[in-house]
């Protein structure tokens, strides 16, 4: 399973790092609506602000290896 994870990580870094954060963020926002039955909705932009930090620290290391 993990050459399976680490060969898609590779082939589609992207993807990856898309995926990872749409479900860690689903699984936080789903832990915090069952404590205390709210939905904050700032959490997201802190969110999409890391996607976007991850996302162009990918765009950097796949620059450097071509």
């Known amino acids: 399973m993990f050459k ?3 060969v898609f990580t590779e ?3 992207y ?3 898309s995926l990872i954060m749409v479900i860690t963020s ?3 926002i789903s832990i ?3 404590v205390n039955q709210d939905f904050i909705g700032g959490a997201l932009y ?3 602000a890391l996607t976007i930090i991850e996302l ?4 950097k290391r796949n620059k450097t290896k071509h």
Request: glycine share 4%.
């Open 56 to 59: 162009l620290r990918v765009k």
């Open 11 to 13: 082939k589609h870094p």
């Open 32 to 34: 915090e609506y069952i």
């Open 46 to 48: 802190t969110a999409i």
């Open 4 to 6: 399976k994870s680490k």
């Open 15 to 17: 993807a990856y790092v």
């Open 26 to 28: 689903f699984i936080g």
